[in-house]
C-alpha cells in the first residue's frame, strides 16, 4: 500500500515539476514575446483543423482508448493510458491507468450536472496532508475521496480537471465535443501540412497547428475516415528548451450506443468529498520570516530567495498545481 502511495505521489510531484519549470520560464526577467511565427498559415491546412473540430461536436456520441508519453532526457516514456466516454448533452466518464496498473487509479464521471472525480488506488497526497489534521484525514480516507465539480454545458473543461486532478495529460480538450472553446484557440496563428502517414492501420493527413507565434504547437495526423486524430503531439517552447508529450487514439467510436448507467455515480455514504484547504490556513502572519527556498534559474544558475532579502519579491505561480 506505502509503495503505490509513494509511486502515485511521484508522479504528481513529477508532473508538478514540469509545470513549474515551464512556468518559471514564463516570468524569467529575459523572456520576451519577440518571436515570429514559425511558417505560414496553409488555408487548406487550416480547413482540415477546422473540420477536425467539427468532427469532435457533430456526433452524438464518441469514444476513443489512449495512450499518453512524456519526453525526457531524449526518450519517450509512457505515462498514462485511458478510455474516455462522451455523450450529449453533457456526459462524460474517464478511466486512467498508470503503467504497471492493471485497474484504473483515476477516474472522472460527468453525469450532465457535475464531474465526480475520485481515486481507486488511493488519492495521491500532497505536502501538506503529510501533517497535522490533513494527515490524520488523508490516512482514513485516501481511498474513499471524491471531487464534485459543476458543469455547465459548453462551460467545463476535462482537460482541466483530468491534468489538475488525476494527472492525465491530454494534448486537445476532450470537452470540445460538449461545445467548449479552450482559450488557445484565439492564439493559434498558423496551420501547415505534414503530409500523409498511416497511423494505427488508418491513413491520415498530418496537420502542424501554431499557437501563440511557435511558442506552443500542436501535431495532428487525422484519419481521412473521420477527420479526428490517430496521433497527437504537443509542444511547449522557451528559448532553446522544449518540453514535449505524445498520444495516440484508438479504437475511436463515432455514434455508438452508451448507455446512460455509463455516466451514473454517487459517493458511497461513507466517503467525503475532499478539497483544498482553505488559504487562510496556510498564509504566514504579518512579519514572520519566510521559510527559504531555491529554484534553477533559466541561465543555468540558482536562484534563492534569502538572496532578494529587504526586497519586494512578486511570486507568480501560474497554474502549479
Known amino acids: 500500500m506505502k509503495i503505490r502511495i509513494d509511486m502515485r505521489a511521484k508522479w504528481m510531484t513529477a508532473w508538478l515539476a514540469v509545470v513549474i519549470v515551464l512556468c518559471s520560464f514564463r516570468v524569467w526577467p529575459q523572456q520576451t514575446n519577440a518571436v515570429e511565427a514559425a511558417f505560414q498559415d496553409e488555408p487548406a491546412a487550416h480547413q482540415l483543423y477546422r473540420e477536425m473540430i467539427e468532427a469532435m461536436r457533430k456526433p452524438t456520441t464518441l469514444s476513443w482508448s489512449g495512450e499518453t508519453w512524456w519526453k525526457n532526457e531524449g526518450r519517450f516514456v509512457p505515462t498514462a493510458t485511458y478510455r474516455i466516454w462522451l455523450k450529449k448533452p453533457n456526459y462524460a466518464r474517464v478511466e486512467m491507468t498508470r503503467p504497471g496498473q492493471k485497474e484504473p487509479c483515476g477516474m472522472l464521471v460527468g453525469d450532465g450536472d457535475y464531474f465526480w472525480i475520485y481515486w481507486p488506488q488511493g488519492k495521491f497526497r500532497y505536502g501538506w496532508e503529510k501533517s497535522g489534521k490533513h494527515a490524520e484525514e488523508y490516512e482514513k480516507y485516501q481511498r474513499r475521496f471524491f471531487m464534485k465539480i459543476r458543469t455547465p454545458v459548453g462551460r467545463h473543461s476535462i482537460w482541466h480537471e483530468v491534468f489538475g486532478n488525476l494527472g492525465l495529460m491530454m494534448v486537445l480538450d476532450a470537452s470540445t465535443f460538449h461545445g467548449y472553446t479552450d482559450s488557445l484557440q484565439g492564439y493559434i496563428d498558423g496551420v501547415r501540412?505534414?503530409?500523409?502517414?498511416?497511423?494505427?492501420?488508418?491513413?491520415?493527413?498530418?496537420?502542424?497547428?501554431?499557437?501563440?507565434?511557435?511558442?506552443?504547437?500542436?501535431?495532428?495526423?487525422?484519419?481521412?475516415?473521420?477527420?479526428?486524430?490517430?496521433?497527437?503531439?504537443?509542444?511547449?517552447?522557451?528559448?532553446?528548451?522544449?518540453?514535449?508529450?505524445?498520444?495516440?487514439?484508438?479504437?475511436?467510436?463515432?455514434?455508438?450506443?452508451?448507455?446512460?448507467?455509463?455516466?451514473?455515480?454517487?459517493?458511497?455514504?461513507?466517503?467525503?468529498?475532499?478539497?483544498?484547504?482553505?488559504?487562510?490556513?496556510?498564509?504566514?502572519?504579518?512579519?514572520?520570516?519566510?521559510?527559504?527556498?531555491?529554484?534553477?534559474?533559466?541561465?543555468?544558475?540558482?536562484?534563492?530567495?534569502?538572496?532578494?532579502?529587504?526586497?519586494i519579491v512578486w511570486l507568480n505561480k501560474w497554474r502549479c498545481g
Open 193 to 311: 501540412s505534414l503530409g500523409t502517414n498511416t497511423v494505427g492501420g488508418q491513413l491520415c493527413d498530418g496537420i502542424e497547428v501554431s499557437i501563440m507565434k511557435h511558442q506552443r504547437s500542436w501535431e495532428l495526423w487525422l484519419a481521412r475516415k473521420d477527420r479526428l486524430p490517430r496521433k497527437l503531439e504537443l509542444v511547449l517552447r522557451v528559448f532553446d528548451k522544449e518540453a514535449v508529450w505524445e498520444e495516440s487514439w484508438s479504437d475511436v467510436a463515432v455514434d455508438a450506443a452508451i448507455s446512460n448507467d455509463r455516466f451514473a455515480w454517487s459517493p458511497p455514504k461513507d466517503w467525503k468529498e475532499w478539497k483544498m484547504p482553505d488559504i487562510e490556513e496556510s498564509l504566514l502572519k504579518p512579519g514572520t520570516t519566510a521559510p527559504d527556498f531555491e529554484l534553477a534559474a533559466l541561465n543555468g544558475g540558482k536562484l534563492k530567495l534569502s538572496s532578494f532579502r529587504g526586497q
